[in-house]
């Protein structure tokens, strides 16, 4: 059976997820339904990560098994057209070695996330970032974030029900940036783990509140205990951004 690599893109508001699950809609659900489609009896995919309720991608991969071979555009366009009215395009497919893995293959994963700063609603990005009320210290969570890079146990940030064997990960990068009223906080490593990222955010914006030093990360990173952790961010302004393999499928 031809396996086919897809990049997808997805609206994280209308779904309880990626994974499946019997009584709620799922990003994984509304794929299979498209593949299935195409070929009924197209078996289940597998991706590059889990995302959580209401958390967004723009670079979210998975793989697929075909009873025919598809020309990779007409794959993604059919696809496109059996997804409507859902938030979820196939922005990408690239034919892949019959071994190759969206999750097993993969060597970094890359999230994004959004916070607003200002009193007033949002409107245009609504459920699309974080809405927070006062200016953020980007100095400051900077100077916080720097402890979490590197190798660590990071039971402090890794949800109760987290499923991962270890608490130890390598974080390779965490950049803080400004532009205007919009902070971004980008997260760079090979896995995370269960709230991972959201855990990092909801903490850095304490420290960008004022309310936590800087070297207050790093004493909660030492702790080795969930109630270290600050609050964790909402999953409105997280987005699977990119998902990196030895050899780029769509290149």
Known sequence: MPRYALKIEYHGGGFSGWQRQKAHPSVQQ???EALRRLEPDAPAIAAAGRTDAG??????????DMARAWDPFRLSEALNHHLKPEHV???DAARVADDWHARFSATERQYLYRMICRRAPLTHDR?????VPQAMDVAAMRDGAAALVGQHDFTTFRASECQAKSPVKTVD???????EAEVRIAVRARSF???QVRSFVGTLERVGAGAW???????????????ACGPVAPPDGLYLTRVGYPADPFA
């Open 213 to 227: 030093a800087p070297d207050a990360v790093k004493a909660a990173l030492d702790a080795r205990d969930r109630a």
């Open 30 to 32: 509304a794929v299979e």
């Open 173 to 179: 990068a965490i950049e803080v940036t400004a532009a």
């Open 193 to 195: 783990l269960h709230n």
């Open 127 to 131: 459920g699309l970032a974080w809405r």
């Open 89 to 91: 395009a196939v922005v």
């Open 55 to 64: 958390v967004h991608a723009l670079g979210q991969v998975a793989h697929c």
